[in-house]
Protein backbone atom coordinates (compact mmCIF):
# COMPACT_ATOMS: atom_id res chain seq x y z
CA UNK A 1 0.00 0.00 0.00
CA UNK A 2 1.45 3.34 -0.79
CA UNK A 3 1.67 6.55 0.74
CA UNK A 4 -2.00 8.67 0.79
CA UNK A 5 -1.56 11.81 -0.72
CA UNK A 6 -5.11 12.86 -1.45
CA UNK A 7 -8.58 13.67 0.53
CA UNK A 8 -9.95 11.30 -1.81
CA UNK A 9 -7.52 8.21 -0.48
CA UNK A 10 -8.14 9.70 2.98
CA UNK A 11 -11.68 8.93 2.13
CA UNK A 12 -11.40 5.71 0.75
CA UNK A 13 -10.12 4.57 3.92
CA UNK A 14 -12.85 6.32 5.81
CA UNK A 15 -10.63 8.47 7.52
CA UNK A 16 -12.45 11.68 5.88
CA UNK A 17 -16.62 12.36 5.05
CA UNK A 18 -16.45 14.72 1.93
CA UNK A 19 -16.58 18.40 3.65
CA UNK A 20 -15.96 21.89 1.65
CA UNK A 21 -13.58 23.33 4.70
CA UNK A 22 -11.55 20.33 4.52
CA UNK A 23 -10.72 20.87 0.96
CA UNK A 24 -9.67 24.61 1.80
CA UNK A 25 -7.71 22.68 4.67
CA UNK A 26 -5.96 20.18 2.41
CA UNK A 27 -5.41 23.06 0.15
CA UNK A 28 -3.21 24.45 3.00
CA UNK A 29 -0.68 22.19 3.26
CA UNK A 30 0.27 18.61 1.49
CA UNK A 31 -1.46 15.12 2.90
CA UNK A 32 1.06 12.04 3.57
CA UNK A 33 0.06 9.22 5.46
CA UNK A 34 2.35 6.71 5.44
CA UNK A 35 0.99 2.54 5.49
CA UNK A 36 3.35 2.16 8.80
CA UNK A 37 0.86 5.08 10.47
CA UNK A 38 -2.37 3.83 8.83
CA UNK A 39 -1.74 0.46 10.30
CA UNK A 40 -1.51 1.78 13.37
CA UNK A 41 -5.37 3.92 13.61
CA UNK A 42 -7.84 3.06 15.57
CA UNK A 43 -10.62 2.98 12.87
CA UNK A 44 -13.75 2.72 15.59
CA UNK A 45 -12.80 6.08 16.70
CA UNK A 46 -10.58 8.04 13.96
CA UNK A 47 -11.50 11.38 15.68
CA UNK A 48 -10.21 11.21 18.57
CA UNK A 49 -7.42 8.56 17.22
CA UNK A 50 -4.03 10.19 18.49
CA UNK A 51 -2.81 9.05 15.31
CA UNK A 52 -5.28 10.19 12.46
CA UNK A 53 -5.17 13.44 14.48
CA UNK A 54 -1.41 14.68 13.20
CA UNK A 55 -2.08 13.30 9.76
CA UNK A 56 -5.50 13.61 9.10
CA UNK A 57 -6.94 17.55 7.63
CA UNK A 58 -9.33 19.14 9.80
CA UNK A 59 -11.64 22.16 8.90
CA UNK A 60 -10.35 23.63 11.96
CA UNK A 61 -7.53 24.49 10.42
CA UNK A 62 -8.89 27.19 8.45
CA UNK A 63 -9.60 29.00 11.48
CA UNK A 64 -6.85 31.48 11.61
CA UNK A 65 -5.76 33.36 14.75
CA UNK A 66 -4.85 36.98 14.94
CA UNK A 67 -1.41 36.18 16.57
CA UNK A 68 -0.48 33.28 14.33
CA UNK A 69 2.02 33.41 11.84
CA UNK A 70 3.59 32.06 8.64
CA UNK A 71 7.38 31.80 9.72
CA UNK A 72 6.36 31.39 13.53
CA UNK A 73 10.29 31.01 14.47
CA UNK A 74 12.01 33.54 12.08
CA UNK A 75 13.81 31.38 10.37
CA UNK A 76 13.95 33.63 7.08
CA UNK A 77 15.47 36.37 9.46
CA UNK A 78 18.14 34.02 10.26
CA UNK A 79 19.03 32.43 6.80
CA UNK A 80 22.61 34.08 5.42
CA UNK A 81 22.46 31.73 2.55
CA UNK A 82 19.22 29.15 1.02
CA UNK A 83 18.90 26.13 3.14
CA UNK A 84 20.94 27.05 6.34
CA UNK A 85 19.50 28.87 9.23
CA UNK A 86 22.73 30.00 11.30
CA UNK A 87 21.27 31.35 14.91
CA UNK A 88 23.33 30.21 17.88
CA UNK A 89 27.16 30.68 16.86
CA UNK A 90 28.24 27.17 17.54
CA UNK A 91 25.64 25.32 15.62
CA UNK A 92 23.47 26.17 12.71
CA UNK A 93 20.51 24.13 10.64
CA UNK A 94 21.10 22.73 7.34
CA UNK A 95 17.57 22.03 5.43
CA UNK A 96 18.48 20.32 2.13
CA UNK A 97 14.85 19.56 1.27
CA UNK A 98 11.14 20.20 2.54
CA UNK A 99 9.66 17.19 1.57
CA UNK A 100 8.51 15.00 4.58
CA UNK A 101 7.46 11.03 5.03
CA UNK A 102 3.91 12.43 6.46
CA UNK A 103 2.83 15.77 6.75
CA UNK A 104 1.64 16.59 10.47
CA UNK A 105 -1.01 18.97 10.31
CA UNK A 106 0.68 21.07 13.14
CA UNK A 107 3.87 21.41 11.63
CA UNK A 108 6.17 24.45 12.70
CA UNK A 109 7.21 24.49 9.02
CA UNK A 110 3.85 24.38 7.80
CA UNK A 111 3.94 27.40 5.18
CA UNK A 112 7.28 25.44 3.86
CA UNK A 113 7.63 21.88 3.83
CA UNK A 114 5.57 20.02 0.80
CA UNK A 115 6.73 17.23 -1.55
CA UNK A 116 9.17 18.79 -4.24
CA UNK A 117 9.26 22.77 -3.40
CA UNK A 118 11.92 24.46 -2.21
CA UNK A 119 15.01 21.53 -2.18
CA UNK A 120 18.23 22.35 -2.63
CA UNK A 121 19.84 22.50 -6.02
CA UNK A 122 23.57 20.84 -6.47
CA UNK A 123 24.63 24.27 -6.59
CA UNK A 124 22.66 25.94 -4.13
CA UNK A 125 23.86 23.02 -1.31
CA UNK A 126 27.72 23.61 -2.54
CA UNK A 127 27.03 27.28 -1.64
CA UNK A 128 25.52 26.36 1.70
CA UNK A 129 28.54 23.80 2.43
CA UNK A 130 30.94 26.84 1.31
CA UNK A 131 29.64 28.65 4.00
CA UNK A 132 29.65 26.40 6.55
CA UNK A 133 33.57 25.36 5.24
CA UNK A 134 34.03 29.39 5.98
CA UNK A 135 32.64 29.60 9.43
CA UNK A 136 35.40 27.74 11.79
CA UNK A 137 32.82 28.71 14.72
CA UNK A 138 30.12 26.29 13.66
CA UNK A 139 30.68 22.79 16.08
CA UNK A 140 27.56 21.38 15.08
CA UNK A 141 25.42 21.09 11.85
CA UNK A 142 21.83 20.06 12.52
CA UNK A 143 20.13 18.18 9.47
CA UNK A 144 16.53 19.34 9.31
CA UNK A 145 14.17 20.38 6.76
CA UNK A 146 11.60 18.94 5.64
CA UNK A 147 13.01 15.63 6.58
CA UNK A 148 16.89 15.16 6.09
CA UNK A 149 16.14 10.92 5.96
CA UNK A 150 13.90 11.69 2.69
CA UNK A 151 17.13 12.03 0.50
CA UNK A 152 17.95 9.57 -1.75
CA UNK A 153 20.66 7.05 0.31
CA UNK A 154 23.50 8.61 -1.91
CA UNK A 155 22.53 11.83 -1.53
CA UNK A 156 22.09 11.19 2.24
CA UNK A 157 25.94 9.82 2.32
CA UNK A 158 27.61 12.41 0.10
CA UNK A 159 26.57 15.20 2.49
CA UNK A 160 27.43 13.91 5.06
CA UNK A 161 30.31 12.81 3.95
CA UNK A 162 31.34 16.28 2.80
CA UNK A 163 30.38 17.74 6.00
CA UNK A 164 32.84 14.96 7.77
CA UNK A 165 35.51 16.30 5.50
CA UNK A 166 35.02 19.66 7.26
CA UNK A 167 37.32 19.88 10.33
CA UNK A 168 35.38 21.82 12.70
CA UNK A 169 32.37 20.29 12.30
CA UNK A 170 32.89 17.92 15.04
CA UNK A 171 29.21 16.93 15.45
CA UNK A 172 26.44 16.11 12.68
CA UNK A 173 23.03 15.96 13.93
CA UNK A 174 19.78 14.57 12.04
CA UNK A 175 16.15 15.69 13.17
CA UNK A 176 13.99 13.42 11.62
CA UNK A 177 10.41 11.36 11.49
CA UNK A 178 11.23 8.59 9.24
CA UNK A 179 12.31 5.95 11.62
CA UNK A 180 8.96 6.50 13.64
CA UNK A 181 6.72 6.76 10.62
CA UNK A 182 8.22 5.04 7.50
CA UNK A 183 10.91 2.47 9.07
CA UNK A 184 10.97 0.30 5.95
CA UNK A 185 13.37 3.48 4.06
CA UNK A 186 16.13 2.57 7.13
CA UNK A 187 17.72 -0.48 5.06
CA UNK A 188 21.16 -1.02 5.52
CA UNK A 189 22.67 1.59 3.08
CA UNK A 190 20.71 4.72 4.68
CA UNK A 191 22.28 3.20 8.56
CA UNK A 192 25.78 3.10 6.45
CA UNK A 193 25.41 6.78 5.55
CA UNK A 194 24.69 7.18 8.99
CA UNK A 195 28.49 6.43 10.36
CA UNK A 196 30.66 9.27 9.50
CA UNK A 197 33.97 8.02 9.80
CA UNK A 198 35.28 11.44 12.05
CA UNK A 199 32.64 13.27 13.10
CA UNK A 200 29.85 12.02 15.48
CA UNK A 201 26.12 11.90 14.33
CA UNK A 202 23.42 11.86 16.77
CA UNK A 203 19.56 11.18 15.26
CA UNK A 204 16.93 13.14 16.94
CA UNK A 205 13.30 11.33 16.61
CA UNK A 206 10.51 13.16 16.69
CA UNK A 207 7.77 10.88 18.81
CA UNK A 208 4.11 12.03 19.81
CA UNK A 209 2.53 8.75 20.98
CA UNK A 210 3.35 5.75 22.65
CA UNK A 211 1.30 4.10 19.92
CA UNK A 212 3.62 5.31 17.17
CA UNK A 213 5.64 3.14 18.57
CA UNK A 214 4.76 -0.46 16.19
CA UNK A 215 7.24 -3.23 15.55
CA UNK A 216 8.75 -2.06 12.52
CA UNK A 217 9.70 1.44 14.09
CA UNK A 218 10.91 -0.42 17.30
CA UNK A 219 12.98 -3.15 15.07
CA UNK A 220 14.64 0.12 12.97
CA UNK A 221 15.01 1.96 16.64
CA UNK A 222 17.22 -0.93 17.90
CA UNK A 223 19.00 -1.34 14.41
CA UNK A 224 20.40 2.32 14.85
CA UNK A 225 21.13 1.82 18.27
CA UNK A 226 23.15 -1.23 17.04
CA UNK A 227 24.79 0.57 14.68
CA UNK A 228 26.05 2.74 17.64
CA UNK A 229 24.18 5.75 16.57
CA UNK A 230 22.69 8.16 19.24
CA UNK A 231 19.10 8.63 19.74
CA UNK A 232 17.33 11.76 21.03
CA UNK A 233 13.13 12.17 21.29
CA UNK A 234 11.89 15.47 20.44
CA UNK A 235 7.85 15.46 21.09
CA UNK A 236 5.38 18.32 20.23
CA UNK A 237 2.98 19.14 23.00
CA UNK A 238 -0.47 18.86 21.42
CA UNK A 239 -3.89 18.92 22.60
CA UNK A 240 -6.02 16.19 22.47
CA UNK A 241 -2.70 13.62 21.81
CA UNK A 242 -1.04 13.71 24.62
CA UNK A 243 -1.73 16.76 26.15
CA UNK A 244 -2.56 14.74 29.05
CA UNK A 245 -0.04 12.73 32.14
CA UNK A 246 -0.70 9.59 31.31
CA UNK A 247 0.46 9.73 27.51
CA UNK A 248 3.29 11.63 28.35
CA UNK A 249 3.99 9.42 31.08
CA UNK A 250 3.95 6.36 28.83
CA UNK A 251 5.18 8.25 25.86
CA UNK A 252 8.64 8.94 27.62
CA UNK A 253 8.87 5.80 29.10
CA UNK A 254 8.40 3.78 25.62
CA UNK A 255 11.16 6.27 24.39
CA UNK A 256 13.57 5.14 27.03
CA UNK A 257 12.66 1.23 26.60
CA UNK A 258 13.53 2.18 22.52
CA UNK A 259 16.89 3.46 23.54
CA UNK A 260 15.67 7.02 22.66
CA UNK A 261 16.45 10.01 25.26
CA UNK A 262 13.51 12.01 25.59
CA UNK A 263 15.50 15.78 24.68
CA UNK A 264 12.83 18.13 24.36
CA UNK A 265 8.67 18.84 24.78
CA UNK A 266 8.24 21.34 22.83
CA UNK A 267 5.44 24.00 23.25
CA UNK A 268 3.45 24.10 19.88
CA UNK A 269 4.23 27.28 17.88
CA UNK A 270 2.21 30.00 16.53
CA UNK A 271 1.42 28.55 12.98
CA UNK A 272 -1.34 29.55 11.11
CA UNK A 273 -4.55 27.31 11.36
CA UNK A 274 -3.06 24.72 14.15
CA UNK A 275 -5.21 26.53 16.88
CA UNK A 276 -6.93 23.38 17.84
CA UNK A 277 -3.55 21.86 18.85
CA UNK A 278 -2.53 24.44 21.20
CA UNK A 279 -2.51 24.35 25.08
CA UNK A 280 -1.24 26.89 27.37
CA UNK A 281 1.95 27.50 28.99
CA UNK A 282 0.23 27.27 32.02
CA UNK A 283 -1.19 23.97 31.07
CA UNK A 284 2.06 22.52 30.07
CA UNK A 285 4.32 23.39 33.19
CA UNK A 286 1.99 21.73 35.30
CA UNK A 287 2.14 18.77 33.08
CA UNK A 288 5.88 19.09 33.43
CA UNK A 289 5.18 19.52 37.14
CA UNK A 290 3.17 15.94 37.29
CA UNK A 291 5.84 14.09 35.89
CA UNK A 292 8.68 15.23 37.85
CA UNK A 293 8.14 12.99 40.89
CA UNK A 294 6.76 10.08 38.67
CA UNK A 295 9.73 9.93 35.77
CA UNK A 296 13.38 9.90 35.95
CA UNK A 297 15.42 12.08 35.30
CA UNK A 298 16.36 10.11 31.99
CA UNK A 299 12.79 10.01 30.95
CA UNK A 300 12.22 13.36 31.96
CA UNK A 301 12.43 15.78 28.30
CA UNK A 302 13.28 19.92 28.77
CA UNK A 303 9.66 21.23 27.80
CA UNK A 304 10.86 24.24 25.53
CA UNK A 305 9.41 27.00 24.22
CA UNK A 306 10.72 29.05 20.51
CA UNK A 307 10.64 32.33 21.05
CA UNK A 308 8.83 33.77 18.16
CA UNK A 309 10.51 36.33 15.68
CA UNK A 310 13.98 34.27 15.66
CA UNK A 311 14.81 34.23 19.46
CA UNK A 312 16.23 30.81 20.14
CA UNK A 313 14.66 28.08 22.29
CA UNK A 314 14.30 28.48 25.82
CA UNK A 315 12.89 26.27 28.58
CA UNK A 316 9.86 27.04 29.86
CA UNK A 317 9.28 24.21 32.66
CA UNK A 318 8.12 25.24 36.12
CA UNK A 319 9.99 27.48 38.32
CA UNK A 320 10.92 25.28 41.44
CA UNK A 321 12.46 27.93 43.42
CA UNK A 322 10.00 30.90 45.78
CA UNK A 323 10.33 34.53 44.50
CA UNK A 324 10.79 36.23 47.77
CA UNK A 325 14.64 36.84 47.47
CA UNK A 326 15.21 37.12 50.62
CA UNK A 327 13.56 34.00 52.62
CA UNK A 328 14.46 31.07 49.35
CA UNK A 329 12.45 28.54 49.09
CA UNK A 330 12.44 25.17 47.01
CA UNK A 331 9.07 23.05 46.30
CA UNK A 332 9.73 19.57 46.15
CA UNK A 333 8.35 16.49 43.34
CA UNK A 334 5.83 16.05 45.88
CA UNK A 335 3.81 19.62 46.72
CA UNK A 336 6.36 20.52 49.43
CA UNK A 337 8.14 23.64 50.31
CA UNK A 338 10.94 24.01 52.36
CA UNK A 339 13.69 26.68 53.14
CA UNK A 340 16.82 26.91 51.58
CA UNK A 341 19.98 29.45 52.42
CA UNK A 342 20.39 31.48 49.90
C1 LIG B 1 16.39 24.44 17.48
C2 LIG B 1 17.46 25.07 16.76
C3 LIG B 1 18.79 24.69 16.96
C4 LIG B 1 19.18 23.60 17.92
O1 LIG B 1 18.97 24.01 19.21
P1 LIG B 1 19.34 23.05 20.41
O2 LIG B 1 18.78 23.77 21.58
O3 LIG B 1 20.81 22.93 20.40
O4 LIG B 1 18.69 21.74 20.14
C5 LIG B 1 19.78 25.33 16.26
N1 LIG B 1 19.50 26.31 15.39
C6 LIG B 1 18.23 26.70 15.17
C7 LIG B 1 17.99 27.79 14.19
C8 LIG B 1 17.17 26.09 15.84
O5 LIG B 1 15.91 26.49 15.60
S1 LIG C 1 7.89 15.58 9.66
FE1 LIG C 1 8.55 17.45 10.76
S2 LIG C 1 8.92 18.99 9.18
FE2 LIG C 1 7.73 17.33 8.24
S3 LIG C 1 5.56 17.92 8.42
FE3 LIG C 1 6.04 16.70 10.24
S4 LIG C 1 6.69 18.19 11.80
FE4 LIG C 1 6.79 19.22 9.80
Not at 12 to 34: H, K, Q, Y
Not at 175 to 189: A, K, Q, T, W, Y
Not at 272 to 291: E, N, P, W, Y
Request: glycine share 8%; aromatic share 4%; proline share 9%.
Amino acid sequence: MPTLRSLDALEREGLVTPDPLLAAAAETMAIALTPEMLALIDRRDVANDPIARQFVPSAAETVIAPEERDDPIGDEARSPVKGIVHRYPDRLLLKPLHACPVYCRFCFRREKVGPGGEALSDAELEAALAYIRAHPEVWEVILTGGDPLMLAPRRLAALIAALDAIPHVAVIRLHSRVPIVEPSRLGDEVVAALKPRRATLWLGVHCNHARELGAPTKDALRRLADAGIPLLGQTVLLAGINDDVETLDTLMRALVAARVKPYYLHHPDLVRGTGHFRVSIARGQALMKALRGRLSGLATPTYVLDVPGGYGKVPVGPNYLGDDPDALTVGDAFGGRHPYPG
